[in-house]
């Protein structure tokens, strides 16, 4: 871990990509136009995990001050790439921003004035939304603390309130905000965790620190980065059995609500909308093989 960098900038923006050419473009110039710090307080780090760096790409960066592209030398995933960005970076606070997001209003400000006054706060995230302007997923559940009730409950208390949930959640990945010395000190991502699972992994280790989501938006392309359903829900699989063994926490109680949870799905999709309902069927196929011992890693 580098932890000795000096804190020259306000904000760090990590960027992994992986053949992320047709949307980065957008992420970048949305996110210098929405700006509202000092360029000289904003620098970018764009980590390229792709096989071979496009010219495009390095055309892209070499448009924009205080912008740096790195060539990862083999894809370590999303927090591999995002560590390789941390250890550079020399900003107070990170956020490390999926390239197929777009902003579309201010928001750095607002996280800064928030880490100076607020001690207890971890990692925050936005509220994130499609581009039709329809709220997206922008937080999970911890797995151990996720269950059809409490789903159930914090829908009914959001629909009627407006209010998200403040316990249990962490925001996602695709736009997280934590404080520099935080994640060094949580000893980064974990590695060993090639994609998904990376955030409730972090965010309990900065516990006691707490999670936000703000009000504030940001387009989320959610999926458009993947190009195969079965190959993101088996990984998907393994992150999960991989946190779950990592800090010992009940396997077959966790995956029942997994698979009670996505049933109540499976109805839900059949009376609106069957789109995601192969995915759905394929994720409890894989639970099951998982509570029966018989899930095989790749």
């Not at 495009?56 to 894809?75: A, D, K, M, P, S």
């Not at 995956?255 to 995915?279: A, E, H, P, Q, V």
């Amino acid at each position: 871990m580098n932890s000795d960098v000096i804190c020259q900038k306000s904000m760090s923006v990590i960027i992994v990509t992986y053949e992320s050419d047709d949307c980065i473009a957008k992420c970048l110039e949305s996110l210098f136009e929405f700006s509202d710090i000092d360029l000289s307080e904003l620098e970018v780090i764009v980590v390229d995990n792709s096989p071979k760096t496009s010219a495009r790409l390095r055309n892209i960066v070499q448009g924009y001050q205080n912008t740096t592209l790195i060539e990862n030398e083999h894809n370590s995933g999303y927090g591999g790439g995002n560590n390789i960005g941390a250890k550079v970076a020399s900003g107070e606070c990170l956020l490390f921003l999926n390239p197929d997001t777009v902003f579309i209003e201010p928001v750095f400000l607002s996280v800064l004035q928030l880490y100076k006054t607020d001690q207890t706060l971890g990692a925050i995230g936005v509220t994130l939304v499609s581009e039709g302007m329809q709220h997206n997923n922008c937080y999970g559940y911890f797995p151990e603390k996720r269950n059809i009730f409490r789903l159930c409950l914090d829908k009914a208390i959001r629909i009627i309130t407006g209010n998200l949930p403040k316990k249990n959640i962490y925001p996602w990945g695709a736009a997280l905000f934590v404080k520099r010395d935080d994640f060094m000190r949580a000893g980064l991502f974990d590695e060993s965790n090639f994609l998904f699972h990376e955030e409730p992994d972090l965010c309990h280790r900065l516990s006691p620190k707490r999670s936000l989501i703000l009000s504030q938006r940001i387009i989320h392309m959610e999926g458009a980065t993947f190009s195969s359903v079965a190959w993101r829900n088996k990984i998907w699989m393994q992150s999960l059995l991989y946190y779950i063994d990592k800090y010992g926490f009940n396997k077959n109680a966790i995956l029942r609500n997994y698979i009670i949870i996505y049933y109540c799905w499976l109805f839900k999709y059949f009376l609106f909308g069957r789109s995601k309902m192969d995915s759905v069927k394929d994720l409890i196929a894989l639970m099951k093989e998982a509570k029966n011992k018989s899930f095989i890693a790749q």
